[in-house]
């Protein structure tokens, strides 16, 4: 069992940043990927980003490239999302993920654990 708490959520203008951070905690395997997703309201769940645990691979959604980064704390256990350049179209709840393996992931039903999400609204 994985256990995944996402924080860092909140009300930020247009343009404005954000950095969300996902702890993991529990059986973590020495081989696996932790993603980020968003979903909005009567939408559905769509791949942010995502990281290797070792940090040596990361993939992104074409629409936050250059403004979204992800990165992770081997010593925490922690894996971040720092959001620059907000608009309102990232509004969204967002999940960090966890999926073991070699392979990355860009689909939901690809990952196996799942944290409680955090809430992103940005204002235009």
């Known amino acids: 069992q994985v256990q995944l708490v996402e924080s860092g959520g909140g009300l930020v203008q247009a343009g404005g940043s954000l950095r969300l951070s996902c702890v993991a905690s529990g059986r973590l395997i020495s081989i696996y990927y932790m993603g980020w997703f968003r979903q909005a309201p009567g939408k559905e769940r769509d791949f942010v980003a995502t990281?290797?645990?070792?940090?040596?691979?990361?993939q992104y959604r074409d629409s936050v490239k250059g403004r979204f980064t992800i990165s992770r704390d081997a010593a925490k256990n922690t894996v971040y999302l720092q959001m620059n350049s907000l608009n309102p179209e990232d509004t969204a709840v967002y999940y960090c993920?966890?999926?073991?393996?070699?392979?990355?992931?860009?689909?939901?039903?690809?990952?196996?654990?799942w944290g409680q999400g955090t809430q992103v609204t940005v204002s235009s």
């Open positions: 990281i290797r645990w070792d940090g040596s691979s990361t």
């Open positions: 993920a966890y999926r073991r393996g070699v392979f990355p992931s860009d689909t939901a039903d690809g990952y196996e654990y």
